[in-house]
């Protein structure tokens, strides 16, 4: 994909999809300037691109971190957040303060700083536990956590100041991303880095309700295609697009897909549902598809594989005393 743009701030740069975001942009030969406060990202993730790449170590909540790392950009993809939904539930005011008032601090900085473009992060979250399916941009949102309801508020600010500023703004609303560098270390991190990890240390899985849910799951590569476009595309207006792949699989079929590359042969153990758990979610790509035009290259399978390659790499690098990464 060839960008028309010469100079990108990414906000959460450090972080897992910031980081192949970074990278894919390093290879357009844009000059990319990463702000990230490391407080979930890592520095390891960039450590490819540190010599091609200028990194701030800065937090959204300060303006004139943002304002000094915004300088002469045209674009601004923003991705810094709070991501883990429980630390939001826990600490609803200071998440917001971060989701919520550091959006607006982005969005200002573009604002000020005269961008072409801010592309912002959004999440699924924002359907709630609405059961229609697929989830379609047109339905009401129905939040059920504070992280849902920081991302909807931030595309409601994207989509204002398109109205009010003139600013071009678009969001989009990832649903389940997987890939390399995906951190597998919480209870709350994304099932395909748990599953990963066990396969490769021949451990069981844990499977929470009767793994019949279903989830959307897309691969980084796309979500990273999916901001370039979001970048170039004519003329946005606070638009607000879906960033799935439109199938969904069950929980189950993912362990056996996974467990079928690693040979792992392990029976799952099963646990209640977790609370708030939804049942089934998978994206509508309409009008993604026909104004976006995003569709997505990777297969759930080849996207299996090539993450599966660097899990195993990471844990044969940890038992090795080389490190790892999350
Ligand atoms: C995703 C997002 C979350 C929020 C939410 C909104 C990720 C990582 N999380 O949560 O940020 O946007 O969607 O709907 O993308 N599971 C197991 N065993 C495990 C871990 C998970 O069975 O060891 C199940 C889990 O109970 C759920 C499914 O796998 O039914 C997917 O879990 P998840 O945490 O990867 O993602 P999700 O959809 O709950």
Redesign the pocket.
Known sequence: MSIAFNKALVTGGAGFIGSHLVEALVAEDCEVIVLDNLSSGRLSNLEPLKDRITFYQGDIREREALDKAAKGCAVIFHLAAV???QQTIDHPVESAKVNDIGTLNVLETARANNAQRVVLSS???V??DDPRLPKTETMTPKPT?P??VHKLSAEHHARIYSELYGLKTVSLR????FGPR?DPAS?????????MTRAVLNQA?????D?N?T?DFVYVKDVVNANLLAAGMNDPQGSIFNIGTGSQVT?NR?WELIASLSGASNQPGYKP??DG??LH?FAGMDYTKSVLKFNPDVSLEQGLDMTFEWYRGQVTDDRGGQGTEG
Do not use: E, K
């Not at 899985?205 to 309700?209: A, K, N, R, S, V």
């Open positions: 991501v883990a939904v999440s699924c979250a359907y709630g956590s992280y849902a990832y649903f389940n991303v995906q209870p709350y991190s994304g099932v395909i880095s748990i599953f899985p844990l499977i929470y309700g793994g849910q989830r929980i993912l549902a977790r758990d939804i979610s």
